[in-house]
């Protein structure tokens, strides 16, 4: 069996990391949550009290940075320079930021750099806004998740609800809308659907059937 390479992106809240995971176990490969390596380093910086504009500052912090993806028990393991941070960089604050660590040019080469190497071998999915476009050209599956921000809220809403944080679910609309607009409006490998990447709306679909959609794509390619 060929150990391929599997590319899925997507706006924001659109469930890709839900199904990536699950595609991941279903087929022995490695998971790779790109979002979270753009999100450490953004809570490094906040922590640092770096200006997120600062390119010149941010890639001086990248270069001295470690970011480890280890499979959890519940999901991923994110560990920054061996501390785990799996939850603190899902916070509201590096949510709302992380957009603007993730639009510099020389940031994002060097995250590049990191996710291909996690991918020499083949055998990953991989999940994140540029990776059938620019990290993995070449993935033998691509896939494009798509719902509207309503959906993706009210899911988020729900998720919150069920982990008894608070959440508003106008300002969650308001939030996922304002990110997918800087990633999809900045200059360098934004998000945007690769030409031979196939579209998935999920808006009425149920984690099942996206999940059994992917893995056809992929059986007929391994
Ligand atoms: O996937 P997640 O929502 O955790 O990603 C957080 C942010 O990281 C995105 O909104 C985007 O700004 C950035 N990102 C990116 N390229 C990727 C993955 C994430 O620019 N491949």
Known sequence: NKRISIAIDGPAAAGKSTVAKIVAEKLTYVYIDTGAMYRALTYKALQKGARLDSEAHLIDILNDTSIELQPGEKGQKVLLDGVEVTNDIRSSEVTNQVSY??????????????????????????????IGTHVLPNAEVKVFLLAS???????????????????DLEKLKEEIAARDKIDSEREVAPL???????????????????VGKIMDLALERI
């Open 101 to 130: 660590v993730a639009v510099h040019e020389l940031v994002r080469k060097e995250m590049v750099k990191r996710q291909q190497e996690f991918a020499v071998d083949g055998g990953v999915v991989m999940d994140g806004r540029d």
């Open 149 to 167: 921000v309503e959906e993706r809220a009210q899911r988020r809403h729900t998720e919150n609800i069920q982990k008894g944080f608070p959440s």
């Open 192 to 210: 945007k659907k690769a030409d031979d990447a196939v579209e998935i709306d999920t808006t009425s679909l149920t984690i099942v059937d996206v």
